[in-house]
């Protein structure tokens, strides 16, 4: 049994009322190559971020060999050896590699020695097998060679602990085959690896250990011999308990009916460049149907959000068409599509939804502002009209708020929410598109959510519910498309639901 | 209940911060003047009280709290999509002198004051917002920050106002500085006794400004662009019309300041308009409204208190000889203040 | 030729603020510190400047108490920023009118009322044998000290940034402050340096005014310059070697102006007075294509 | 709602000063003692015209035992408010320094009968106020005399004039120039350029290197502050320039270049006003004089010249100080 090289022991972390991580221990050994595996939002990057110095914890310990260390920045962590590559690119897209490598490297800072260094960049990426242009601007470089200058630049500085967070979600299948041959060279030179991940399939190819977060707690650290598929699945989606996972799952009666013959939505063969964040969309078409609830599962980053964004905003498509009702929005601008029965709420309710300093009344009005029933003279806005509005919202929706004038802000995560979904219903409704509703809300809440969906469905409506978890869409969804790397790998019905194989799909298996 | 509680405090979190505003403000001053070696108690009741000691001090704080109004309009409204309009004063400058222009050139016409007053304040607003649209059009077509382009801008309006003044076609000749001719009887609107008759035009521009930021689909754009620009773009707000939309109103409205300078208080053009206790009322608009954080409504109330400092500073001057560089420098560390301040503890919990 | 040689020395003094003013806003810049507040720190550097050089006799300690003054300005950005996170721009037009005030009050504390107004030192001037007497060169080298100081701290600068370590770190930090911050480089502290020895030089640039071009103090001396210098920054890209020559054009424009005027009669010389303004507008219209920014410019940087 | 609140609670706090405070009037409690304000354009640490005119008030005030107070840096625009401020504070003479503040004295005196007022114009008008004092600056007869030293010594033919805006007494210092290089029988040329500001020395200090650069080694400045730029302008030129000023001797400030100042002395009118006026004499028009040891003078010995020179200037200055010769006053336009 090899040495414990490092050990958290009770960490905890909040961000301002928001609690990210609770009392972790977290135990890596020499030589491993540690799966840390985890849903989005579980705390694997802040517990990352606090090993490499970034941000502090509230409590707890770090021992590294076995020696207490106090991690104060990343200064400290590189000198105590650690190296770590973002899931978001750190590096400086203006410059070329050797020059991002040679940033915060030691040694004299009144020269640039930069052939010496190239040479001794060369030399590690060749040891490593990593091999990259080293003179090219960042930017014009793809982001699977991005993540390989970003581990030399960790090896470079003297790193024997690596972390990963998230490497693979830009990768292409054979970047990843290659990542792992990386992986077992480092181990045989002698440095210890943790694999930030929420893919299954990669931590039971690649790892030698496995620790499995749920909700910001540990669920279980895994040994090689003990890893398992289905363990794993139930580890990361389920709580160890299943009876408590039952009850702890919002309940929703969800009535046959009679679904509409006529597509609302037509997706037809679209296509969206992809970036950094995103893999963009890749030649997707699907139809909703009046009375369905229609839900795409895919683990974050895999072109979920284009889904939902392209048909509000239908501008960024590259190719293809989108149709609602039967007619085209291809040309439409975001008010055009609202104009024709759509609403949207969006993934990140307090970036991309609302108006944090504005009254309930101005955020329900927000997307209708141009509608007729709250524009007298195609100026003036009908604040009473609009004041109607956002108190049937608040008592149809039971957003928590004495009156409509109360700043956004003062509201709680779940009645924001409430009322973000409430403004979409504000005008007859053929379609909702609705991204991550539930997320950080609690059980009722999301209960509550579900009903209204559900009641909008059974009025002969169509919601497309882009959603992460994948419990609460097999709950609400009539249908279930799943997508992985911006392709639709498949769509399930009601009846064909089967969490752990769509939840292996999802991964990439 | 906890939001009724919550909203209380946050009454009572913004009576802090402008209690503690104006205590510094008077400490500041206080602090300059005692080194200055001046009677400290003195001076703080000659900067406060001028204005209110005298129908003529309260006519003067009026006449100078009218301009000061509109300039701070003109920072503000572009300043609530977070944007600096610091080309109030070039606004001001280029809408009063093309009322000029225009009054000047229609005069012979002999039109009637119900005709002349309304055309030549809607020069003023035409002429001040196209200017001023010129620096929205710049950030939204070639992203060039207002700041430099307002600033330039105001330059460029400096050597037009001497152009039209010292220029054949309007000059006095017999003035001993750059001052064209005098506008005609019915171009000039009069007095109230001592108080101007802008101060109408003033109220019905807080009225306007209400009723468009409050009431109307524009201003609601332009407060959604200002709180959440991925929001109001994900809601089918169209940020360029927006910005160029929002500074077209700030400088219509420093035009119209520009044209009641001109209108009601000279009479004709003079170099150097626009300006009081030796700097421009531009400058003293943007300090007026990042003291109330750029809220349009507390601007009315704000220019009034500032132009009750501007007085007593001028007062100060006259009576003790106190520099009025201490009232500006105090204004200036007085809006630092308050906005670290209102930084830290003026948004609540996050 | 003579007509040349000179009409470049007369160029070259006003290069000489421009570029300096405009390489102190873009080595704060560079670590993402906008700092609009040169036209402020310009006028407090060039009272306090003048002062202290008027007052020692000394035209060496009155550019360090310009420097002095402009570091101290930095300072209070800096730590007002980076410990408040308050907007850069509503501190630096703040700084600017402080600055505008402090200027004339100091003056007036320290000098009072003469009938004849007080004069600076001259400032050592220096002549290189040889090449200040061959024509159109010497335009460039027939100078006081602080223009060579200029070509020195555009050098500087350029080789700071683009050939040491520790200028690759500072434009790390101003492409992307969380790279920079992850390899271990104090982001704060660096941005806290950075505007600090900008604004001095935008300091110097101010006292360059007073102590050098017009030997004595008047109110509102730079008129504008700060603000041209800002400009001037954002052609130039934020790169040294840039700023010398967008400093160069607009003092080329600045002088050509008056010399236009002279030739012309029938064009009302207030237009000529308005190109300087004009033109930075236009050639920032035109060369949209090839300004810059650094990514974090302007904006503030924290971990969490 | 909120801030509106805390706006009138701010407007509570003003009134209660107010009310603690009033009781008193503003400034001191000798209404029947004559006092006497001035109103500046600009700094009176300028050492230039705002200093004089500063002397001036001081003079006048000790030589008649009374108070006195001012005003520095007014904008034109501000100038009726400040004269309404001094005669609310019951200051009885009004000495208004710079003909821009002209328009402003205009329209307030007749509303104030009891307090007169001193101005400064460039030509006398057809009516005079019963309460204004004129005074007459008469620039064009000292730049005559600025004009006739200037064709003697250059040497290029070519003479600069710095003006900051194109206003009448600066075309008639133009005219007055031209007329003495033409007495002269000179061939120099004069050109003039207007830098859109009297008081900014680095266009000044641009204009004449233009200036100098296409040729001219005389400039003769009519700026004030503006001045401060010419002095480095001319002291680093490549070939000797010399230039002129106006109202003080600045002989110091580049004393290699200097030739000789047009000289004020607004102290001779302004104490003698102040007199008329305690002796009741509450309108009038007083000429600057021109003439050593006048109002209006040339600064003599002129530097850097040879002595045939400034005998030969100072013998025109005589002519022009008894009549002999009649310098020109033309105001409305440049003539060609």
């Known amino acids: 049994m090899a040495a414990d090289y490092i050990n958290c022991k009770n960490i905890s972390k909040a961000f301002g009322v928001v609690k990210a991580l609770d009392s972790i221990d977290f135990v890596v050994k020499k030589g491993e190559i540690h799966g840390l595996l985890g849903e989005n939002g579980a705390g694997k990057s802040t517990l990352m971020n606090i090993l490499y110095g970034l941000y502090r914890p509230n409590k707890g310990e770090i021992f590294l060999d076995g020696k207490k260390t106090i991690i104060k920045s990343p200064l400290d962590s590189i000198k105590n050896g650690i190296g770590m590559v973002h899931q978001i690119s750190t590096l400086v897209p203006e410059f070329t590699a050797v020059e991002n490598i040679m940033l915060g490297s030691e040694g004299e800072k009144l020269t640039l020695h930069t052939a010496r260094e190239r040479e001794k960049i060369k030399e590690i990426s060749e040891e490593f097998g990593l091999q990259f242009p080293v003179d090219v601007k960042i930017k014009e470089l793809s982001a699977g060679i991005k993540q390989k200058i970003e581990i030399v630049r960790a090896l470079y500085s003297g790193a024997t602990l690596l972390i990963l967070d998230e490497p693979t979600t830009s990768l292409v299948e054979s970047e990843f085959q290659q990542l792992l041959k990386s992986l077992k060279v480092f181990v045989e030179k002698g440095v210890t690896v943790v694999f930030i991940t929420h893919k299954i399939k990669e931590v039971m190819e690649a790892c030698t250990a496995v620790t499995v977060m749920r909700k910001g707690k540990v669920q279980a650290r895994v040994e090689k011999e003990e890893l398992g598929i289905e363990k794993l699945v139930k580890l990361m989606f389920m709580e160890q308990n299943i009876e408590v996972t039952e009850s702890a799952l919002p309940k929703v009666n969800l009535p046959e009916i009679e679904i509409s013959k006529n597509p609302v939505l037509q997706v037809k063969n679209i296509s969206i460049t992809g970036n950094d964040t995103s893999p963009g969309l890749k030649d997707i078409s699907f139809d909703i149907f009046g009375g369905e609830i229609f839900g795409v599962a895919a683990v974050s980053g895999n072109g979920e959000k284009n889904i939902a964004e392209c048909i509000i905003n239908p501008s960024v498509l590259h190719s293809g068409d989108i149709l609602i009702n039967g007619e085209s929005i291809k040309n439409n601008s975001p008010l055009d599509v609202f104009a024709k029965g759509v609403s949207y709420t969006p993934e990140d309710r307090i970036k991309e939804g609302i108006l944090n300093e504005g009254s309930i009344k101005e955020n329900v009005l927000l997307g209708h502002q141009e509608e007729e029933r709250f524009l007298k003279k195609k100026l003036f806005i009908d604040w009473n009209e609009t004041a109607l509005a956002a108190r049937d919202v608040i008592k149809e929706f039971n957003v928590d708020t004495p009156d409509e004038e109360l700043s956004m802000r003062r509201l709680s995560g779940g009645n924001i929410q409430k009322a973000i979904i409430g403004r979409a219903f504000v005008s007859p409704l053929k379609l909702l598109v609705t991204h991550n509703p539930t997320s950080g809300l609690d059980i009722s809440t999301v209960e509550f959510i579900f009903k209204k969906l559900v009641e909008l469905r059974n009025s002969g409506s169509s919601v497309l519910f882009v959603n992460e978890d994948l419990d609460e869409l097999m709950i609400v969804s009539d249908r279930i498309a799943v997508l992985h790397d911006g392709k639709l790998k498949g769509i399930f019905k009601r009846s064909e639901y089967d969490k752990y194989k769509i939840g292996l799909m999802m991964i990439g298996g | 209940m906890t939001q009724k509680n919550k909203a209380y405090s946050l009454i009572l979190n913004n009576l802090i911060i402008y209690g503690i505003a104006i205590i510094l403000a008077l400490g500041v001053i206080s602090i300059f003047v005692a080194i200055l070696g001046y009677n400290v108690w003195d001076a703080l009741r000659t900067l406060l009280t001028t204005s209110f000691k005298s129908s003529f001090g309260f006519s003067e704080t009026i006449k100078k709290a009218i301009p000061l109004l509109f300039a701070t309009y003109a920072f503000t409204i572009p300043f609530m999509i977070k944007f600096f309009n610091i080309g109030g004063w070039g606004q001001m400058l280029f809408g009063g002198t093309m009322t000029v222009v225009v009054g000047l050139t229609l005069g012979p016409l002999g039109l009637p004051a119900i005709i002349m007053i309304p055309l030549l304040l809607l020069v003023g607003i035409v002429s001040g917002g196209v200017f001023a649209l010129v620096a929205g059009f710049l950030k939204a077509k070639y992203n060039i920050n207002p700041i430099i382009s307002t600033i330039m801008l105001n330059f460029i309006a400096y050597q037009f106002v001497n152009f039209i003044a010292t220029s054949d076609a309007f000059k006095d000749p017999l003035e001993g500085h750059p001052i064209t001719q005098k506008l005609s009887e019915s171009s000039l609107m009069g007095f109230f006794g001592e108080i101007p008759a802008s101060i109408i035009v003033a109220f019905i521009a807080i009225i306007f400004v209400y009723l468009v930021m409050k009431r109307t689909r524009l201003g609601f754009e332009i407060t959604s662009v200002g709180q959440n620009l991925i929001a109001s773009q994900t809601y089918g707000i169209n940020f360029s019309k927006t910005i160029m939309v929002a500074f077209f109103i700030g400088g219509a409205l420093a035009g119209i300041g520009g044209s009641l300078e001109v209108i009601n208080i000279h009479g004709k053009l003079i170099e150097g308009f626009a300006k009081t206790s030796g700097a421009q009322f531009g400058i003293f608009g943007v300090l007026t409204s990042l003291v109330v954080a750029g809220n349009p409504l507390a601007v009315p109330f704000a220019a009034f208190f500032m132009s009750v400092l501007l007085v007593g500073a001028d007062s100060l001057q006259r009576t003790m000889q106190v520099p009025v560089e201490v009232v500006f420098l105090s204004q200036a560390i007085i809006v630092m203040f308050v906005v670290i301040i209102r930084e830290k503890y003026g948004k609540g919990n996050k | 030729m003579a007509f040349i040689t000179s009409f470049i020395e007369s160029v070259l003094v006003y290069t000489t603020v421009y570029t300096l003013a405009s390489l102190g806003i873009l080595i704060s810049g560079r670590t993402g510190i906008f700092n609009v507040a040169g036209e402020g720190i310009m006028l407090a550097s060039a009272s306090a400047g003048f002062l202290a050089a008027f007052l020692s006799g000394s035209w060496l300690i009155g550019f360090l108490a310009g420097a002095l003054m402009g570091a101290f300005f930095g300072l209070i950005l800096a730590f007002v920023h980076e410990t408040f996170k308050v907007n850069q721009f509503i501190l630096g037009i703040c700084l600017v009118i402080f600055g505008s005030g402090l200027s004339d009050l100091l003056y007036k504390l320290v000098i009072g009322v003469r009938l004849s107004a007080p004069i600076a030192p001259d400032t050592l001037r220096i002549t290189i044998p040889f090449l200040s007497k061959v024509p159109i060169i010497s335009g460039f080298l027939n100078h006081d000290v602080i223009v060579y100081f200029m070509y020195a701290a555009t050098f500087t600068a350029w080789w700071f940034f683009y050939r040491t370590k520790i200028g690759l770190e500072t434009r790390a930090i101003g492409e992307n402050p969380k790279a920079a911050d992850v390899v271990g480089i104090n982001v704060s502290r660096r941005r806290y340096l950075a505007t600090i020895i900008g604004s001095s030089l935008i300091g110097i640039a101010g006292a360059y005014l007073t102590i050098a071009i017009t030997k004595t103090y008047s109110p509102d001396i730079s008129a504008g310059r700060g603000f041209m210098a800002v400009g001037i920054a954002i052609f130039a890209s934020w790169k040294p070697q840039r700023a010398i020559l967008g400093g160069f054009i607009f003092a080329f424009i600045e002088v050509m102006s008056f010399q236009l005027q002279i030739i012309s009669d029938k064009i009302p010389y207030q237009f000529f007075l308005m190109l300087p303004f004009i033109s930075i507008l236009v050639i920032m219209v035109v060369f949209k294509k090839h300004i810059e920014f650094p990514a974090s410019v302007g904006k503030p940087y924290s971990r969490e | ?336």
């Open chain 4, 1 to 336: 709602m909120k801030k509106i609140l805390v706006f009138v609670l701010l407007f509570s706090l003003i009134i209660s000063f107010s009310v603690f405070g009033g009781g008193e009037t503003e400034e001191g409690t000798d209404a029947w003692a004559i006092k006497i304000a001035a109103v500046f354009p600009g700094s009176i640490q300028d050492a230039d015209y705002n200093t004089i005119g500063y002397i001036a008030l001081q003079e006048a005030a000790n030589a008649e035992g009374i108070k006195s107070a001012y005003s520095e840096k007014v904008a034109v625009p501000d100038a009726e408010r400040v004269l309404k401020e001094y005669i609310n504070a019951d200051f009885s003479i009004i000495f208004v320094h710079g003909a821009q503040f002209n328009g402003a004295a205009a329209k307030v005196a007749p509303n104030y009968p009891d307090v007169t007022f001193i101005i400064e114009v460039d030509a006398k008008p057809d009516t005079l106020s019963p309460n204004i004092w004129y005074i007459e600056r008469n620039y064009y007869t000292g730049f005559y005399v600025l004009g006739a030293l200037a064709s003697m010594k250059t040497e290029t033919g070519k003479i600069g004039f710095i003006g900051g805006l194109e206003l009448p007494f600066i075309r008639g210092e133009v005219n007055a120039i031209n007329q003495a290089i033409k007495d002269q029988n000179s061939d120099a040329t004069l050109e003039y350029i207007f830098v859109g500001d009297f008081n900014d020395p680095l266009k000044a200090r641009q204009a004449a290197e233009g200036l100098m650069s296409q040729g001219a080694d005389i400039i003769i400045s009519a700026v004030n502050l503006g001045n401060f730029g010419l002095y480095g302008a001319v002291k680093e030129a490549n070939k000797p320039v010399f230039l002129t000023t106006t109202y003080t001797d600045k002989l110091t400030q580049a004393p290699d270049n200097y030739l000789s100042s047009d000289l004020f002395n607004f102290s001779i009118p302004v104490k003698g006003i102040v007199a008329k006026i305690i002796a009741g004499e509450k309108s009038g028009f007083w000429s600057m004089e021109y003439g050593e040891g006048k109002a209006r003078s040339t600064q003599f010995p002129i530097s850097n010249v040879s002595d045939s020179i400034n005998a030969a200037v100072k013998q025109i200055a005589e002519d022009v100080a008894s009549g002999k010769i009649v310098v020109e006053k033309v105001l409305g336009e440049v003539l060609q």
